[in-house]
């Protein structure tokens, strides 16, 4: 895949040979990098927590559903007032490194902690980093992005986030391959990827202006907007779809439980989730562009379906824990960035991240009461049988999610939210053929 800077609207210059081939500017390729070191970091961790918590700490299922809960949503807590932060400030990058920088702390206090109160509360530190970080980051993308391709963009940045998350699980892996038991050596290799990351952010990134001196939005304005009626509909179907998008941990246990592997092959899991999301990101995004974002949003929770029934069945083997993984990895893909950039296209640029933030939490904060819920469900009836009906009421609520994503997009204002204002960006971003492979 080539990846290069396109030309300004009105620059006069004609376009290359390469002008078919999908351009993305360097701040988004910045961020892909950014995202990629960070998510070598978090997934050599989190690849081997849930086997970890209930394998050899022997937490339940219920207590695991409450850690994945706190995975899942706790950064709902702090994601609005990330997103508002950079909005308010003009300086998003600055915010989103304080989320970077929480975030690679907590790596590294995982070394002295014990118990599950220790290991819970490194975890939420974790999630805050995260929730402060992605809005401002996402706003970030939006800004440097041409309105048309919003969805390639993301497509472009998750691509390469997804492929330190396949990564992560990897050098997990060959660690405690090499040495059993190596819990330490994770933490530590997990917090030398964050705190790369971070530098790149500070010291190559740009930060151009998410809003001109006078057009900062103030809290009312910021409410209003939040609360507008183009909004209402997708937050409402995000919310409903949230509450019945299991964690990944559940159904990786699910997997393991079934077919009864070697535990040394859990984090491999996660490879083969990531590897699927990774090749699908590029090509599910530009189909958004073409044929609608909250089409290709719902048809990746038709994917989760299928991932649920698949996971449910009676008979395993390595061919349906292939396709498990592979649907898991195409829902993703379909919703990932392509929410962040169908929000983006509905706000004004001024609340751009703050709009992005809303979308975030209200998933957060109903993947929170999911996994709460289907830890419960587990325990109550067995995985089997809690993911049957965890499919059979997503397959209830799709169809009334479709209807309220139905026309929004065409509610997009073509000349305000998500239009790149070309005074704001990096000298970097104006380069007409600075392009990078990626």
């Given at each position: 895949?080539?990846?290069?800077?396109?030309?300004?609207?009105?620059?006069?210059?004609?376009?290359?040979?390469?002008?078919?081939?999908?351009?993305?500017?360097?701040?988004?390729?910045l961020?892909?990098v950014?995202?990629?070191?960070?998510?070598?970091?978090?997934?050599?961790?989190?690849?081997?927590?849930?086997?970890?918590?209930?394998?050899?700490?022997?937490?339940?299922?219920?207590?695991?559903?409450?850690?994945?809960?706190?995975?899942?949503?706790?950064?709902?807590?702090?994601?609005?007032?990330?997103?508002?932060?950079?909005?308010?400030?003009?300086?998003?990058?600055?915010?989103?490194?304080?989320?970077?920088g929480?975030?690679?702390?907590?790596?590294?206090?995982?070394?002295?902690?014990?118990?599950?109160?220790?290991?819970?509360?490194?975890?939420?530190a974790?999630?805050?980093?995260?929730?402060?970080?992605?809005?401002?980051?996402?706003?970030?993308?939006?800004a440097?992005?041409?309105?048309?391709?919003?969805?390639?963009?993301f497509?472009?940045?998750?691509?390469?986030?997804?492929?330190?998350?396949?990564l992560?699980?990897?050098?997990?892996?060959?660690?405690?391959?090499?040495?059993?038991?190596?819990?330490?050596?994770?933490?530590?290799?997990?917090?030398?990827?964050?705190?790369?990351?971070l530098?790149?952010?500070?010291?190559?990134v740009?930060?151009?202006?998410?809003?001109?001196?006078?057009?900062?939005?103030?809290?009312r304005?910021?409410?209003r907007?939040l609360?507008s009626?183009?909004?209402?509909?997708?937050?409402?179907?995000?919310?409903?779809?949230?509450?019945?998008?299991?964690?990944?941990?559940?159904?990786?246990?699910?997997?393991?439980?079934?077919?009864?592997?070697?535990?040394?092959?859990?984090?491999?899991?996660?490879?083969?989730?990531?590897?699927?999301?990774?090749?699908?990101?590029?090509?599910?995004?530009?189909?958004?562009?073409?044929?609608?974002?909250?089409?290709?949003?719902?048809?990746?929770?038709?994917?989760?379906?299928?991932?649920?029934?698949?996971?449910?069945?009676?008979?395993?083997?390595?061919?349906?824990?292939?396709?498990?993984?592979?649907?898991?990895?195409?829902f993703?893909?379909?919703?990932?960035?392509?929410?962040?950039?169908?929000?983006?296209?509905?706000?004004?640029?001024?609340?751009?991240?703050?709009?992005?933030?809303?979308?975030?939490?209200?998933?957060a904060?109903?993947?929170?009461?999911?996994?709460?819920?289907?830890?419960?469900?587990?325990?109550?009836?067995?995985?089997?049988?809690?993911?049957?009906?965890?499919?059979?009421?997503?397959?209830?609520?799709?169809?009334?999610?479709?209807?309220?994503?139905?026309?929004?997009?065409?509610?997009?204002?073509?000349?305000?939210?998500?239009?790149?204002?070309?005074?704001?960006?990096?000298?970097?971003?104006?380069?007409?053929?600075?392009?990078?492979?990626?």
């Amino acid at each position: 895949m080539y990846v290069s800077i396109r030309d300004r609207p009105g620059s006069g210059r004609r376009p290359g040979p390469h002008a078919v081939v999908a351009r993305v500017s360097t701040t988004v390729v910045l961020l892909g990098v950014v995202s990629l070191l960070t998510d070598v970091s978090s997934e050599m961790v989190s690849s081997v927590l849930p086997l970890y918590l209930t394998a050899q700490v022997g937490l339940t299922m219920t207590a695991y559903g409450f850690l994945d809960g706190v995975y899942q949503g706790v950064s709902a807590a702090v994601r609005i007032a990330g997103g508002y932060a950079g909005d308010r400030s003009s300086r998003p990058k600055w915010v989103a490194a304080i989320g970077y920088g929480v975030s690679a702390l907590s790596r590294i206090a995982m070394l002295p902690v014990q118990g599950l109160a220790a290991i819970t509360a490194v975890i939420t530190a974790d999630r805050l980093g995260k929730g402060l970080r992605t809005a401002p980051r996402d706003a970030l993308i939006a800004a440097s992005s041409d309105p048309a391709t919003l969805g390639r963009s993301f497509g472009v940045h998750r691509a390469l986030d997804t492929a330190g998350a396949a990564l992560g699980p990897l050098l997990a892996f060959g660690l405690l391959a090499g040495v059993p038991g190596s819990y330490d050596s994770i933490f530590v290799v997990s917090f030398a990827f964050a705190a790369v990351g971070l530098a790149v952010l500070v010291l190559f990134v740009p930060n151009p202006l998410t809003a001109t001196e006078g057009r900062r939005a103030g809290l009312r304005r910021l409410g209003r907007e939040l609360t507008s009626p183009r909004l209402r509909r997708p937050l409402l179907a995000a919310g409903l779809l949230g509450l019945l998008t299991v964690g990944d941990g559940f159904l990786y246990l699910t997997l393991q439980d079934r077919d009864d592997f070697a535990a040394r092959w859990f984090p491999l899991l996660y490879v083969g989730t990531n590897v699927a999301y990774l090749v699908l990101a590029v090509p599910l995004g530009r189909l958004a562009d073409r044929v609608g974002r909250a089409r290709v949003l719902v048809g990746g929770h038709l994917a989760l379906l299928g991932c649920y029934l698949l996971a449910a069945g009676p008979s395993g083997g390595l061919a349906a824990t292939v396709v498990v993984l592979l649907l898991l990895g195409t829902f993703y893909a379909s919703t990932d960035g392509v929410l962040a950039a169908l929000i983006s296209r509905l706000v004004p640029a001024e609340v751009r991240g703050s709009g992005i933030a809303a979308a975030q939490t209200v998933v957060a904060a109903a993947r929170f009461v999911a996994s709460l819920a289907f830890g419960l469900a587990w325990d109550a009836t067995g995985p089997g049988r809690a993911l049957v009906v965890a499919a059979m009421l997503l397959a209830v609520v799709l169809p009334g999610a479709a209807w309220l994503l139905r026309g929004v997009e065409a509610g997009a204002d073509p000349n305000g939210a998500g239009t790149p204002d070309t005074a704001d960006r990096s000298p970097a971003d104006r380069t007409p053929d600075g392009g990078v492979p990626a």
